[in-house]
C-alpha cells in the first residue's frame, strides 16, 4: 500500500529554521500538501500542491519537493509553531483515495 | 464564512453503527465546486481519510473501508452524513468532516475542517 513517511519528531529553538520531511516511492509525480494541528484542535491546511501557501498562513511557512521526498520549511520558528504536522498526498495507485503521513511532532525549545 | 459542524452520539456500542452528521453554514453544498469528506483520528494517532462525496451523490471511500461506511448528503438540509457499521474499539476516534476541491490531480487538499467529534465504542 501507497505509505508516506515523516520523522516522528523535529526540534528547534526560537528562530531557527525546522524542516520537516515525508517521503514515498513514487512522491515525484504527485503533490504534496501540509497541516498544522495544534494540541485539542482540527487540522489547518499551511501548504497545498507542494509549495502554496493559503491566505492567512505566515509567509514563514513554505514547502519544496524534489524526487521522493517533500519538504514543509518553517523559518524564524516561533514558539505558536509548536504542533504536529501531517503531509498528505494522493495514492499512486490511480485510485481515487487520500493518505496521510504518520505525523512530525514539532517541538519549540 | 462557510463552517463545518459535526454532530452525533458519542457512544456507540461494538457491532453497532457509526452515524455522523456534518452541517455546512454560511454555504451551500450543491452551489459549491467542493467535495465533502470524512476524516478520522484515533486518541495520540495520525489522520485517515474514510472517504468523499460530491454534490452530485458521487462518492469514493477507503479500500479497507468499503464494505462499511456509506456517505450521503442532503442538499435541501444543507448536511452530509456518514455511517460506518459493524464498529469495533479500532474506530474510537475524533471525526473530522472537511472539504477539498473536485481535481484528483491537485491531489485533494483538505481547505476547511470543522472542529470534529469524539466517538467513542465501547
Known amino acids: 500500500s501507497y505509505e508516506l513517511t515523516q520523522p516522528p519528531s523535529v526540534s528547534v529553538s526560537p528562530g531557527q529554521t525546522a524542516r520537516i520531511t515525508c517521503s514515498a516511492d513514487v512522491l515525484s509525480r504527485q503533490y504534496v500538501h501540509w497541516y498544522q494541528q495544534r494540541p485539542g484542535q482540527a487540522p489547518v491546511l499551511v501548504i497545498y500542491k507542494d509549495s502554496e501557501r493559503p491566505s492567512g498562513i505566515p509567509e514563514r511557512f513554505s514547502g519544496s519537493s524534489s524526487g521522493t521526498k517533500a519538504t514543509l520549511t518553517i523559518s524564524g520558528v516561533q514558539a505558536e509553531d509548536e504542533a504536529d504536522y501531517f503531509c498528505q498526498s494522493p495514492d499512486s495507485s490511480g485510485r481515487y483515495h487520500v493518505v496521510f503521513g504518520g505525523g512530525t511532532k514539532l517541538t519549540v525549545l | 464564512q462557510v463552517q463545518l459542524q459535526e454532530s452525533g452520539p458519542g457512544l456507540v456500542k461494538p457491532s453497532g453503527s457509526l452515524s455522523l452528521t456534518c452541517t455546512v453554514s454560511?454555504?451551500?453544498?450543491?452551489?459549491?465546486?467542493?467535495?465533502w469528506g470524512w476524516i478520522r483520528q484515533p486518541p495520540g494517532k495520525g489522520l485517515e481519510w474514510i472517504g468523499s462525496?460530491?454534490?452530485?451523490?458521487?462518492?469514493h471511500y477507503k479500500a479497507s473501508l468499503t464494505s462499511r461506511v456509506s456517505l450521503s448528503l442532503d442538499t435541501s438540509t444543507n448536511q452530509f452524513f456518514l455511517d460506518l457499521t459493524s464498529v469495533t474499539a479500532a474506530d474510537t476516534a475524533v471525526y473530522y468532516c472537511?472539504?477539498?476541491?473536485?481535481?484528483?490531480?491537485?491531489?485533494?487538499?483538505?481547505?476547511?475542517w470543522g472542529r470534529g467529534t469524539l466517538v467513542t465504542v465501547s
Open positions: 472537511a472539504r477539498h476541491p473536485p481535481d484528483y490531480g491537485d491531489g485533494w487538499y483538505f481547505t476547511l
Open positions: 454560511g454555504g451551500s453544498i450543491s452551489g459549491s465546486n467542493n467535495y
Open positions: 462525496i460530491f454534490h452530485s451523490g458521487v462518492t
